[in-house]
C-alpha cells in the first residue's frame, strides 16, 4: 500500500470527522477533550525536571551561608546576615535580618533596595497573608513595617513566604548562637553539589514517573475510541458505497487522527491555561512560576508527534477483529470470546525483565533504568489487557435479578470492552499506587527513623540569648499562652588547673528540672550532685570529687583586659544521682548544681535552654511560643520536636508522589466524565425509548450506576493484585521483606472507587436530560 493512499483515506477520515455537522463535532470534541487533557499532563510532566532545577538555581542563587570558609572581615562590600526563619501553624516562613556594611554591599536576589532597620521587604504570598484575618498571629511576630516586595529572582516558588527585614547590630548577634555570616556576595557553588543518589531512591524516582505517566497514555488510547459504536454504522455506510475494509480502517483512523490533533491543539490550550493558573496553586506546600513550566523542546516535539500516530495505531489495531459489512458489523452480535494466554504475556515478560534485579538491594549499583521502566510498564500494561477478558467473563456468568439489573448486565454483556476501556486508566493508577505505596512502606525504615526527642515531655525548646536573664525569660515563657511546663537547663563546662582539655559538663537548674536529667534521692535550693551512670562517667568522676577545685576561662572574643579565670571548689557534701535522659535523649554526665550552689560569676557564663511542654488542646499553641520568642530575640529561634525524622531526598520524593497523584486523579476524574457523558450520548434514543414504553426513571439511573460499578469493582481487585504483585516484586529488588501494606491497599482502592462514585454522581443530572422524549428525534 502506497504512502499516498494512506495520506487520503487519513485526509478523507479527518474531513469526516470535522465536516459531519453537529453529530461529527460533537464526537470529534469529546475526542479532543478526552486527549487534550491527557496532554496538558504530559506537557506538564514534561516540564517537571525544568521546574524543578530552576527551584534549585534559584535557592541555589539566593545562598547567604558560607560553609567551611573562614570568618569574613567587615568591608564596604560586605552584608551581615542573620537567619530569621520561623513557622506560622504548618506554614514555612523564610526569614533574613541584614545589615549593609557598606555602600557595596550584595542586594539578596529580587531585593531592589535594602530595607531600614524596623522595616521589610515580604514576599506576594507573606504580604497576602499578614493582610487577612488569618495572619493576626504572624504580624504580632512580624513587628515590621512593609517597604517593599520580594521580586520573583527571589523566591523559589509563588506561594512562598519569604521576607528580609532590616537588622542593626547584627555583628553582635552573630557571636551568640544564632545562624548567619558575612558575606560579600550571595549564591554558593557549593549547593550544587552533593552526594550520589542511593540506588534505592532512584528506583523510586523511576518507578513513581512510570506509574503517574502510564493512567495518562491509557487514558489517551481510549480517548481516540470515543463513538465506537456510532462510528460502526458510519463504516457499514463506507462498505455499501463501495470502500474495501481496509480502506474503511484507514479513513476511521483518520477521524481518530483529527481527534487527536485537534487534542493536542485543546492540550496545549490546557496546558498554557494550567501554567498560569500554577502561580495561585500550592500542592504539598510545594508551588512554582508560570515561567518554570517550560517543556523540554525535544519532549514536546515527542508528544506532539507519538499521540497522533498512537491514535492511528490504536483504532488500526482495534478494528482488525471487527468485520465490516455493508450491512452491519460483526459488534454488533455475539462477539468471540477474548482469548487469556497472550494477555498473561505482557506482566509475565514484565516479572520477567525485573526478576535479574531481584536482591540487589542499594549495595550493588544502581539499576538498569531500562529493565525497571519496562518490566513496570508491561506489568501495568498487564491489567488493560487482562480487565477486558476478566470483565468479559464475569458479566457473562451473571444471573438474574432486579430490572435494573438485568438492563445492566445486558448491556455490559453486549459492549464489556467499552466498559472495560472506561476503567481501565483507574485501574492501572491504583495498581501502579498501590506497587508504589508498598515500596514506600518497605524501605521507610531506611530513610526515616524515630527522633531522639521525648515530645511527650516536650514538644518545643529555645535558646536564652546570650547576656538575658534567665529567670526573666523563663517568666515571660511561662506567661505565654498554652505553655504548660518549663524545663530551664544551663550548662558550662569547668576544667582542672592541670590542663585545660579535663573538663566537666556543670548543669545548673532547679530542681524540678534537674529531676528531667536524672533520678534524685532528694533536692533542695544549694544541693550538688555527681551524675552517674552516664557514658561520660570515666572522663568526669576524677574531676567531680569533693574539694577538687575547677576553673572558667574568660571568653577571648568578650573578655575585659585583665580578667582572671573563675574558680570553684566542689563541695563535700555533693550526692551521687542516677543520670537519666533529657527531653532531647541526651544522658548528661558531670556535676548537677542548684543555683544556690553556684556563685554569680559562674553562672554569668552558662548557656540556657528552655524545653518547653504545651497544652495542645489551646488553639496556636505553638505560634503563641514562636511570637514570644520573637519579642524576645528575632535571631533565636525556637524549635519545634517531631516524633518521626526523615531523609530529605525521600520526603521530597514522597511529595512528588503527592503531587503527581493529585494532578493524575484530577485527570482520571475528567477523564471519566467526558467517557461517561460520551456513552450516555450514544444512547440517548434507547434511554428515551425505555421511558416512552414506561421504564421509570429511577430504574434506569441504577442501572446506569451497575454499569459502572460492576466494571470498576473487577478492575479494583484486579488492581489490587497486580499491584501487589508488582509491590513484592520490587520490594525483593531492594532486597527488603515482602510485607502487604493492608492500609494502603484499602485506602488505593477507595479512592479510586471514591473518584468512579464521584464522577457517576455528576453524570446523573445530563442522564435524567437524556430520557426526555425529545431524545427520540432524528435530524
Request: net charge neutral; charged share 20%.
Given at each position: 500500500?502506497?504512502?499516498?493512499?494512506?495520506?487520503?483515506?487519513?485526509?478523507?477520515?479527518?474531513?469526516?470527522?470535522?465536516?459531519?455537522?453537529?453529530?461529527?463535532?460533537?464526537?470529534?470534541?469529546?475526542?479532543?477533550?478526552?486527549?487534550?487533557?491527557?496532554?496538558?499532563?504530559?506537557?506538564?510532566?514534561?516540564?517537571?525536571?525544568?521546574?524543578?532545577?530552576?527551584?534549585?538555581?534559584?535557592?541555589?542563587?539566593?545562598?547567604?551561608?558560607?560553609?567551611?570558609?573562614?570568618?569574613?572581615?567587615?568591608?564596604?562590600?560586605?552584608?551581615?546576615?542573620?537567619?530569621?526563619?520561623?513557622?506560622?501553624?504548618?506554614?514555612?516562613?523564610?526569614?533574613?535580618?541584614?545589615?549593609?556594611?557598606?555602600?557595596?554591599?550584595?542586594?539578596?536576589?529580587?531585593?531592589?533596595?535594602?530595607?531600614?532597620?524596623?522595616?521589610?521587604?515580604?514576599?506576594?504570598?507573606?504580604?497576602?497573608?499578614?493582610?487577612?484575618?488569618?495572619?493576626?498571629?504572624?504580624?504580632?511576630?512580624?513587628?515590621?513595617?512593609?517597604?517593599?516586595?520580594?521580586?520573583?529572582?527571589?523566591?523559589?516558588?509563588?506561594?512562598?513566604?519569604?521576607?528580609?527585614?532590616?537588622?542593626?547590630?547584627?555583628?553582635?548577634?552573630?557571636?551568640?548562637?544564632?545562624?548567619?555570616?558575612?558575606?560579600?556576595?550571595?549564591?554558593?557553588?557549593?549547593?550544587?553539589?552533593?552526594?550520589?543518589?542511593?540506588?534505592?531512591?532512584?528506583?523510586?524516582?523511576?518507578?513513581?514517573?512510570?506509574?503517574?505517566?502510564?493512567?495518562?497514555?491509557?487514558?489517551?488510547?481510549?480517548?481516540?475510541?470515543?463513538?465506537?459504536?456510532?462510528?460502526?454504522?458510519?463504516?457499514?455506510?463506507?462498505?455499501?458505497?463501495?470502500?474495501?475494509?481496509?480502506?474503511?480502517?484507514?479513513?476511521?483512523?483518520?477521524?481518530?487522527?483529527?481527534?487527536?490533533?485537534?487534542?493536542?491543539?485543546?492540550?496545549?490550550?490546557?496546558?498554557?491555561?494550567?501554567?498560569?493558573?500554577?502561580?495561585?496553586?500550592?500542592?504539598?506546600?510545594?508551588?512554582?512560576?508560570?515561567?518554570?513550566?517550560?517543556?523540554?523542546?525535544?519532549?514536546?516535539?515527542?508528544?506532539?508527534?507519538?499521540?497522533?500516530?498512537?491514535?492511528?495505531?490504536?483504532t488500526i489495531l482495534a478494528l482488525r477483529g471487527v468485520v465490516i459489512e455493508p450491512l452491519g458489523v460483526v459488534r454488533t452480535a455475539k462477539p468471540a470470546r477474548r482469548r487469556l494466554w497472550w494477555r498473561l504475556l505482557l506482566p509475565l515478560g514484565g516479572i520477567a525483565l525485573l526478576y535479574p534485579m531481584i536482591g540487589q538491594g542499594d549495595d550493588g549499583g544502581n539499576f538498569n533504568q531500562y529493565l525497571v521502566v519496562g518490566g513496570v510498564m508491561l506489568l501495568l500494561v498487564g491489567v488493560t489487557a487482562l480487565l477486558p477478558w476478566v470483565v468479559e467473563t464475569v458479566v457473562a456468568r451473571l444471573g438474574s435479578g432486579g430490572v435494573a439489573w438485568q438492563l445492566a448486565v445486558r448491556r455490559l454483556q453486549l459492549s464489556s470492552g467499552a466498559a472495560?476501556?472506561?476503567?481501565?486508566?483507574?485501574?492501572?493508577?491504583?495498581?501502579?499506587?498501590?506497587?508504589?505505596?508498598?515500596?514506600?512502606?518497605?524501605?521507610?525504615?531506611?530513610?526515616?527513623?524515630?527522633?531522639?526527642?521525648?515530645?511527650?515531655?516536650?514538644?518545643?525548646?529555645?535558646?536564652?540569648?546570650?547576656?538575658?536573664?534567665?529567670?526573666?525569660?523563663?517568666?515571660?515563657?511561662?506567661?505565654?499562652?498554652?505553655?504548660?511546663?518549663?524545663?530551664?537547663?544551663?550548662?558550662?563546662?569547668?576544667?582542672?588547673?592541670?590542663?585545660?582539655?579535663?573538663?566537666?559538663?556543670?548543669?545548673?537548674?532547679?530542681?524540678?528540672?534537674?529531676?528531667?536529667?536524672?533520678?534524685?534521692?532528694?533536692?533542695?535550693?544549694?544541693?550538688?550532685?555527681?551524675?552517674?551512670?552516664?557514658?561520660?562517667?570515666?572522663?568526669?568522676?576524677?574531676?567531680?570529687?569533693?574539694?577538687?577545685t575547677l576553673w572558667r576561662e574568660p571568653d577571648s572574643e568578650t573578655a575585659r583586659p585583665g580578667e582572671r579565670p573563675v574558680p570553684w571548689t566542689v563541695p563535700q557534701d555533693i550526692r551521687p544521682a542516677q543520670s537519666r535522659e533529657d527531653p532531647t535523649g541526651y544522658e548528661r554526665g558531670g556535676i548537677l548544681v542548684t543555683p544556690g550552689a553556684l556563685p554569680e560569676k559562674l553562672a554569668a557564663f552558662t548557656s540556657a535552654r528552655l524545653f518547653l511542654s504545651l497544652d495542645l488542646s489551646v488553639p496556636d499553641a505553638y505560634d503563641h511560643v514562636r511570637n514570644t520568642a520573637a519579642r524576645l530575640d528575632p535571631a533565636v529561634q525556637s524549635m519545634t520536636w517531631h516524633s518521626i525524622e526523615s531523609n530529605d531526598r525521600y520526603a521530597t520524593i514522597?511529595?512528588?508522589?503527592?503531587?503527581?497523584?493529585?494532578?493524575?486523579?484530577?485527570?482520571?476524574?475528567?477523564?471519566?466524565?467526558?467517557?461517561?457523558?460520551?456513552?450516555?450520548?450514544?444512547?440517548?434514543?434507547?434511554?428515551?425509548?425505555?421511558?416512552?414504553?414506561?421504564?421509570?426513571?429511577?430504574?434506569?439511573?441504577?442501572?446506569?450506576?451497575?454499569?459502572?460499578?460492576?466494571?470498576?469493582?473487577?478492575?479494583?481487585?484486579?488492581?489490587?493484585?497486580?499491584?501487589?504483585?508488582?509491590?513484592?516484586?520490587?520490594?525483593?529488588?531492594?532486597?527488603?521483606?515482602?510485607?502487604?501494606?493492608?492500609?494502603?491497599?484499602?485506602?488505593?482502592?477507595?479512592?479510586?472507587?471514591?473518584?468512579?462514585?464521584?464522577?457517576?454522581?455528576?453524570?446523573?443530572?445530563?442522564?435524567?436530560?437524556?430520557?426526555?422524549?425529545?431524545?427520540?428525534?432524528?435530524?
Open positions: 500500500m502506497s504512502v499516498g493512499q494512506w495520506s487520503r483515506d487519513l485526509a478523507m477520515g479527518a474531513r469526516f470527522a470535522l465536516a459531519g455537522g453537529r453529530e461529527g463535532w460533537t464526537r470529534s470534541l469529546l475526542t479532543a477533550v478526552g486527549v487534550g487533557l491527557g496532554v496538558a499532563l504530559l506537557l506538564l510532566t514534561t516540564a517537571i525536571p525544568n521546574a524543578l532545577a530552576e527551584r534549585d538555581r534559584r535557592e541555589e542563587a539566593r545562598s547567604d551561608h558560607t560553609f567551611g570558609q573562614q570568618k569574613m572581615p567587615k568591608a564596604d562590600d560586605t552584608l551581615t546576615v542573620v537567619d530569621a526563619d520561623t513557622t506560622f501553624r504548618d506554614l514555612d516562613v523564610r526569614g533574613r535580618l541584614v545589615e549593609p556594611d557598606g555602600p557595596r554591599a550584595p542586594l539578596p536576589p529580587g531585593v531592589a533596595e535594602f530595607p531600614a532597620a524596623g522595616e521589610m521587604v515580604v514576599s506576594p504570598a507573606l504580604k497576602e497573608l499578614l493582610a487577612s484575618d488569618d495572619g493576626k498571629l504572624l504580624r504580632d511576630r512580624l513587628d515590621y513595617r512593609i517597604a517593599g516586595t520580594i521580586g520573583e529572582q527571589g523566591l523559589v516558588g509563588s506561594q512562598e513566604l519569604a521576607y528580609f527585614a532590616g537588622g542593626k547590630g547584627l555583628e553582635k548577634v552573630l557571636e551568640g548562637p544564632a545562624s548567619g555570616a558575612r558575606i560579600d556576595s550571595f549564591g554558593n557553588d557549593d549547593l550544587g553539589s552533593s552526594d550520589a543518589w542511593d540506588p534505592v531512591l532512584l528506583l523510586l524516582v523511576l518507578v513513581v514517573f512510570v506509574v503517574l505517566l502510564m493512567p495518562v497514555a491509557v487514558f489517551i488510547a481510549a480517548a481516540v475510541r470515543f463513538g465506537g459504536e456510532r462510528r460502526d454504522r458510519r463504516l457499514a455506510a463506507l462498505r455499501l458505497v463501495g470502500s474495501d475494509s481496509r480502506m474503511t480502517r484507514r479513513i476511521a483512523a483518520g477521524e481518530a487522527l483529527a481527534g487527536s490533533v485537534l487534542g493536542l491543539v485543546l492540550g496545549t490550550g490546557f496546558f498554557l491555561l494550567g501554567r498560569e493558573l500554577a502561580a495561585s496553586v500550592e500542592v504539598f506546600h510545594v508551588s512554582v512560576f508560570p515561567s518554570y513550566l517550560n517543556p523540554s523542546p525535544v519532549l514536546a516535539v515527542l508528544v506532539a508527534l507519538a499521540v497522533p500516530a498512537a491514535a492511528v495505531l490504536v472495560a476501556r472506561m476503567v481501565n486508566g483507574i485501574a492501572v493508577a491504583v495498581a501502579g499506587a498501590i506497587a508504589l505505596q508498598m515500596l514506600f512502606a518497605g524501605v521507610e525504615g531506611n530513610y526515616t527513623r524515630a527522633s531522639e526527642f521525648d515530645v511527650s515531655r516536650a514538644q518545643m525548646s529555645v535558646d536564652v540569648p546570650d547576656g538575658a536573664d534567665p529567670s526573666a525569660i523563663i517568666g515571660k515563657y511561662r506567661d505565654t499562652e498554652g505553655v504548660r511546663k518549663i524545663t530551664a537547663l544551663s550548662d558550662v563546662y569547668l576544667h582542672d588547673r592541670r590542663s585545660e582539655d579535663s573538663l566537666v559538663q556543670i548543669t545548673l537548674a532547679d530542681c524540678a528540672s534537674l529531676r528531667e536529667v536524672a533520678t534524685l534521692p532528694s533536692c533542695r535550693d544549694g544541693d550538688v550532685f555527681a551524675a552517674k551512670g552516664s557514658e561520660y562517667d570515666s572522663e568526669s568522676d576524677d574531676l567531680a570529687k569533693p574539694g577538687t514522597r511529595t512528588g508522589l503527592s503531587v503527581g497523584s493529585a494532578c493524575v486523579l484530577a485527570l482520571i476524574g475528567a477523564s471519566l466524565l467526558v467517557s461517561q457523558l460520551e456513552q450516555l450520548r450514544e444512547r440517548r434514543k434507547l434511554l428515551s425509548s425505555l421511558v416512552a414504553f414506561g421504564t421509570r426513571r429511577r430504574t434506569l439511573s441504577l442501572s446506569v450506576l451497575w454499569q459502572t460499578a460492576i466494571p470498576i469493582g473487577l478492575g479494583l481487585l484486579l488492581a489490587a493484585t497486580v499491584g501487589i504483585a508488582l509491590g513484592a516484586v520490587l520490594l525483593r529488588m531492594t532486597n527488603t521483606s515482602i510485607r502487604v501494606h493492608w492500609p494502603s491497599v484499602l485506602s488505593m482502592t477507595g479512592i479510586g472507587a471514591g473518584v468512579v462514585l464521584v464522577v457517576t454522581l455528576l453524570s446523573l443530572p445530563p442522564l435524567l436530560r437524556l430520557m426526555r422524549p425529545d431524545g427520540l428525534r432524528t435530524e
